[in-house]
T-cell receptor
Framework: DADVTQTPRNRITKTGKRIMLECSQT?????MYWYRQDPGLGLRLIYY???????NKGEISDGYSVSRQAQAKFSLSLESAIPNQTALYFC????????????FGPGTRLTVL | DAKTTQPNSMESNEEEPVHLPCNHS???????IHWYRQLPSQGPEYVIH???SNVNNRMASLAIAEDRKSSTLILHRATLRDAAVYYC???????????FGTGTKLQVIP
């Protein structure tokens, strides 16, 4: 079984709809992250959480919110989806420490019509 | 934030070595150099990291310049499976965020 799972893997929605992307991990890591990837722009950090009570904004948090329900679960919400939020979304986890290697999920492809 | 500069794309023949460069002229003394790669339709995966000395693991080698202003990821024998986007990033010990640039897209030619 994958260590970092994301649901759904693909989603098509309409402008104005609320949508939630979910991430679960079995690695026992405290740190979790949400990124989006657009063609030609690399990965950009949306939000990150270093433990259940810690939530921080990343580079591009406007239009997004997150919830850290448990150590293993970190959800990303789009309260009112807009077409320019069409992108590939990745969840990641890390242990911390001197190297803090990140482990990524398989991604969710979101299309907002 | 300390930034890295990589070529947009590179090509290599299969079974030949590949040297992927990265410039990081504003690196600080406590920045670790990390490399990740992203295979098509997958999330990024860790490749290797180092601080000052050259590093080897089962996937690749990392050569770090003496002044640490540049580094090179070395794939000793490129395979078709190595075709991916390779990201060079800097990570400070106390720094809490990671910034991914656009990386280098490596094409491996059979």
């Amino acid at each position: 079984d994958a260590d970092v799972t994301q649901t759904p893997r693909n989603r098509i929605t309409k402008t104005g709809k609320r949508i939630m992307l979910e991430c679960s991990q079995t690695k026992g890591h405290d740190r979790m992250y949400w990124y989006r990837q657009d063609p030609g722009l690399g990965l950009r950090l949306i939000y990150y959480s270093f433990d259940v009570k810690d939530i921080n904004k990343g580079e591009i948090s406007d239009g997004y919110s997150v919830s850290r329900q448990a150590q293993a679960k970190f959800s990303l919400s789009l309260e009112s989806a807009i077409p320019n939020q069409t992108a590939l979304y990745f969840c990641a986890t890390s242990f911390g420490g001197s190297t803090d290697t990140q482990y990524f999920g398989p991604g969710t492809r979101l299309t907002v019509l | 934030d300390a930034k890295t500069t990589q070529p947009n794309s590179m090509e290599s023949n299969e079974e030949e070595p590949v040297h992927l460069p990265c410039n990081h002229s504003t690196i600080s003394g406590t920045d670790y150099i990390h490399w990740y790669r992203q295979l098509p339709s997958q999330g990024p995966e860790y490749v290797i990291h180092g601080l000052t000395s050259n590093v080897n693991n089962r996937m690749a080698s990392l050569a770090i310049a003496e002044d640490r202003k540049s580094s090179t990821l070395i794939l000793h024998r490129a395979t078709l499976r190595d075709a991916a986007v390779y990201y060079c990033i800097l990570r400070d010990l106390g720094y809490q965020k990671v910034t991914f640039g656009t990386g280098t897209k490596l094409q491996v030619i059979p």
